[in-house]
């Protein structure tokens, strides 16, 4: 991981765009291996995907904060096992695989042909916070499913198209 | 030197002292200002400027860094205070943490507090339902606890008091057994609801859904402008503070009002030891407090004492008030101070699905939900257990996506999301009967930061507790699927005492003091300059969420002392 590299994570501190150096994450040089699967589990589109939204930070950022330590082992164990995998298929780390092999590693995965459970527990974490990061970032609430923070209405009649 | 502390005493001696700033402890001070009593105001906690410190209040969903979740070191730092459904990223500010003020569980109980100017009125549920008749009749016609020694008649005008102040939505239903007040327009129900409200009505008569009537600006008054409140905009992240003052709080209604009059004192960081009593004079003079910054303990004076403190502390401070003539605790001369405790029984709760009315959803959002009021012994005894349970009732759609899959596929479905059928959901609200051995009392050894005994908790629920939370389940299931609702899941939630946050009694009011401890104005039978008036004066608990009552009896009381005052009579 380069020292002193600085990401912008919009996501965590909207508002304040406040800048949080990547060693504040203890497992910060995960970040590229997680940001690979996340763009997979939701990629750039004609709308951005996952990576450009910092989904990456957060879902480390989950695992730090959120998870027992034997946990925390399990995903890192399982982020091992990904590159194991992607090596025994296409002969390299994950990070180094085209899209299109990145993305016929995660359908192996999701269909959980005799994988370790590492790394399908691994997955599970990735995918789940994925969703829950994108989803409730500030670009998906103010630019696509819009939330209303004051609706100051209730219409429990209200018709469906 | 004896000039100085003469001068210094004439500055800590007040008409009136409040011990506590929360739900009743504003309306003592609301009264007693207008009343043109010279109050102080002591609250443990910090202050809590309404607006300003409200750090959250504004925040979106992407400005958490945890999205709410509270973080695993906090969780295990707090294994009670986890359990409490409010306690998030966005509101664990207002909670008591567990190694703040420890306690002993001599019966598992969780305590929730929140220690700050206005205490848990920031954290309320804002469901506000009159008692009527038939639950301060409960006692008597039941053979439990002891008469109290009021009536709807001594209360309602008090209700409408509070009510019109406060500011309540609701509608005016008609029913005995919930009697209306003076609401504003009421939050509807939707279409699955009002539904439900139907059928219940062809097919199980006396059952009623309402829109529960709740603490929020639905469309204010002048008084509400006056108090520098508005609209309620259904933002529903209510337990933050709102800055618009939509829901009623002390901090945004009732202490900023109390201090507009000029003749409040608010103090904050300041711990009540005990309330002092003058052998002599037979009766209190004042209050010792601990000043939590300074450590060092002052004496305040006043001619009459209001303990609003919060039901557990409450009891906890008239416990810790010994004297010569009270060595038991103020008041205590029955030995049943700190005895019969109760609470709420929220330990079941039940879903379904509905696949009717697929041509409505809901738009936009309310702060609050539909209401069944107690229908289980309300006009007769009828079933194997005593009183009975009110219940939460609501229904919504939500929208679903497939994420069995990943990649663009998955990135649609997230983004255009379908409506799934409506989710009917209820949870009970049951009537626990006071018993002398749910108590609290000091523990002899152990003290708390401050110097004061640790309060020792022994509460639980009984026979009659689960007799009632299995009749909920079954009424529900048969009601349920009579009106065609599917996937009917019952759940019983294994949940210790505490954790409805409506602990009360232990100085319970009554007619006789040889049985209770207050009388019909909630002053100490035998120091009637001291009233109580949150949740420990509470004879029985009845099923309505109990803040609005104590709001109620806290004005009447207030009134009366004031009365009394000027007749020279305390």
Known sequence: ?161 | MANLNIESAKQRTFDAIVIGSGISGGWAAKELTEGGLNTLVLERGRDVKHGVDYPTASKNAWEFEHRGEIPLTIQKENPILIRANAFSEGTAHFFVKDNEHPYIQEKEFDWIRGYQVGGRSLLWARQTQRWSDFDFEGPDRDGFAVDWPIRYKDIAHWYSHVEKFAGIAGNKDGLAELPDGEFLPAFPLNAVEDYFAQQLKDKFPGRHVISGRCAHLSQPNPVHYEQGRGRCLSRTICNRGCPLGGYYSSNSSTLPWAERTGRMTLRPFSVVHSIIYDDAKGKATGVRVVDTESKELVEFYAKIVFVNAGSLNTNLILLNSVSDRFPQGLGNDNGLLGKYIAFHNYSASISAEYEGLMEYTTDGRRPTGGYIPRFRNVFKQETDFLRGYACGFSASRRTLSDTDQFGAGLKNELLNPHLGTWRVGSHMMGETIPKEHNQVALDANRTDAWGIPLLKIAVEYDDNDERMRNDYLAQFEEMFAAAGFINIRPQKREMAPGLDIHEMGGVRMGRDPKTSLLNAWNQIHSCKNVFVTDGACMTSTSTQNPSLTYMAITARAANFAVEELKKQNL
């Not at chain 1, 800048?19 to 763009?39: H, M, N, R, W, Y």
């Not at chain 1, 989803?135 to 429990?156: C, D, F, H, I, W």
Request: contains cysteine; proline residues 4%; glycine residues 6%.
């Open chain 1, 1 to 161: 991981m380069a020292g002193g590299a600085v990401v912008v994570p919009r996501f965590l501190v909207a508002g304040e765009i406040r800048s949080i150096p990547l060693e504040t994450l203890k497992f910060g040089d995960k970040v590229p291996i997680v940001a690979a699967v996340a763009e997979i589990i939701i990629p750039k589109t004609d709308i951005p995907g996952a990576k450009d939204l910092g989904v990456q930070l957060f879902v480390l950022k989950m695992v730090e904060d959120c998870y027992e330590e034997e946990v925390q082992h399990t995903f890192l164990k399982g982020l091992e096992q990904l590159d194991l995998l992607s090596n025994q298929r296409f002969g390299k780390d994950f990070i180094k695989c085209s899209a299109k092999n990145q993305a016929s590693i995660v359908q192996n995965i999701e269909e959980a042909s005799e994988l370790p459970n590492e790394l399908l527990d691994c997955y599970a974490i990735m995918k789940r916070r994925t969703i829950q990061g994108y989803m409730t970032s500030e670009y998906v609430l103010t630019k696509q499913l819009v939330y209303e923070v004051a609706p100051g209405r209730y219409n429990g009649y209200h018709r469906v198209n």
